[in-house]
């Protein structure tokens, strides 16, 4: 079983109580997957959160049969696989390790359920979550600016 010392090491859950943490540790799965191993295809049904505690893992997506493009990582201490807080969703890229990962996960479903339950536990992680959501969002609005600004046809429209 995953401690209260390990939960703590993760950015999104370093402000739960000790007794949320203790009511976690019971539902998370320890998981370790080898480099270029998939944790999951994207399409598949999201049934799991994750949070990384060793290693790292890249998202992928497939642009044509043969081009697959790396849009976003995560390293430890930082969780992924939010579609499984959604209701019938998929996940969205592939997530696959770049090296040896060791993940914590637990069930989609099943954290729901402990979050709906626990008010005070469910708004502590909703609004971590929000703040990392939030953050992706702005990285990837600045990297769509930073292409938009350097793209050559686009050039002439900046310099007037």
């Not at 109580?17 to 998370?28: P, T, W």
């Amino acid at each position: 079983m995953v401690s209260r010392y390990d939960l703590r090491q993760i950015v999104m859950l370093g402000y739960f109580s000790d007794e949320m943490l203790d009511k976690l540790a019971g539902a998370v799965d320890v998981l370790t997957f080898e480099e270029r191993e998939y944790i999951f295809h994207q399409g598949e049904m999201a049934d799991r959160f994750y949070w990384l505690k060793r290693g790292k893992i890249l998202f992928e997506q497939r642009i044509s049969a043969t081009i697959t493009v790396a849009t976003g990582s995560v390293k430890p201490g930082y969780s992924f696989g939010w579609s499984a807080m959604l209701e019938g969703k998929y996940y969205t890229a592939d997530a696959v390790c770049s090296e040896l990962c060791e993940v914590y996960s637990v069930r989609g479903r099943r954290l729901k359920s402990m979050l709906n339950s626990d008010p005070a536990m469910g708004y502590a992680f909703s609004q971590r979550l929000i703040r990392v959501l939030k953050s992706r969002l702005d990285h990837r609005t600045e990297q769509f600016m930073r292409v938009i600004r350097n793209h050559p046809e686009l050039q002439s429209l900046f310099d007037n």
